[in-house]
């Protein structure tokens, strides 16, 4: 029988991540040979994310890149806020917004592409939920182009550069120098990720949305006791206030708490010397729609366990 030595268990732990334990008892199972006992994790590793993948991973990290005219952001969830600090999780973060780039945004074409390190995304995430011990998802992405101008990023709660808790784009399309625009568009971007916006203009308010506010308004209008001309007008009224809220191009900018942003633009069209055309915005803020368990501290969880 092979005698599996020290050296051997170290080097198949730092080629795999996997556990010393794991690693002595995948190269008892294979009889020493390294590449035999690497496909055993593996396999193991796929076992032991399945088991994991019933849990609910809201925490995270969000990401984005650039190239061109053209810029991604994806959203990375694991189960507990402590894997965001995990450098090889943070890496695979940074990993996949590049490769979002070049799948449009399409989570499903990026799970099947081409990873840096080898094999297929999908296959390095699995592998990277073996070695974690976390279930962790690659949950979506978006991408943003202009034909001519920038589409500028930003990133809230950074833990690294382009990596944090909230990723924004903005596109801006102008035929002035990009590094004219850049200022603009991170300006722009900050005030994205602080105002929430739902919606570019008035025209792209969902519509179910805008009638389920115009209802409400209009209830709230006629315990006033007032005659329906009257509610009616009450209601425009009002609902000007809530495409403040919603609206980006209507917003109250963050910066100046006095000019929409569609004044800031015109502004700053003028100050650059050429027109300038907010097209789009993505805002992913980490954890946002996933319903976590109720009840579930992993502080108290570890806490338990230190007692």
Known sequence: MTEITATMVKDLREKTGAGMMDCKKALNENQGDMEAAVDWLRKKGLSAAAKKSGRVAAEGLVAVASAGNKAAVVEVNAETDFVALNEKFQKFALQAAPIALDANGDVEKMKTSKHPDGGTTQEVLTNLIATIGENMTLRRAATLSVAKGIVATYVHNTVAPNLGKIGVLVALESDAPAAKLQELGKQIAMHVAAARPEALSI????????????????????????????????????????????????????????????????????????????????????????EKAAGCDFAEEVAKMAK
């Open 203 to 290: 025209a792209d308010v969902d519509t179910k949305a805008l009638d389920r506010e115009r209802n409400v308004l209009a209830d709230q209008a006629r315990a006033s006791g007032k005659p329906e001309a009257i509610i009616a007008k009450m209601v425009e009224g009002r609902l000007r206030k809530y495409y403040e809220e919603v609206v980006l191009l209507e917003q109250i900018y963050v910066v100046d708490g006095e000019s929409r942003i569609a004044q800031v633009i015109e502004a700053a069209a003028e100050t650059i010397g050429a027109g300038v055309k907010l097209t789009g915005f993505v805002r992913f803020q980490l954890g946002e729609g996933i």
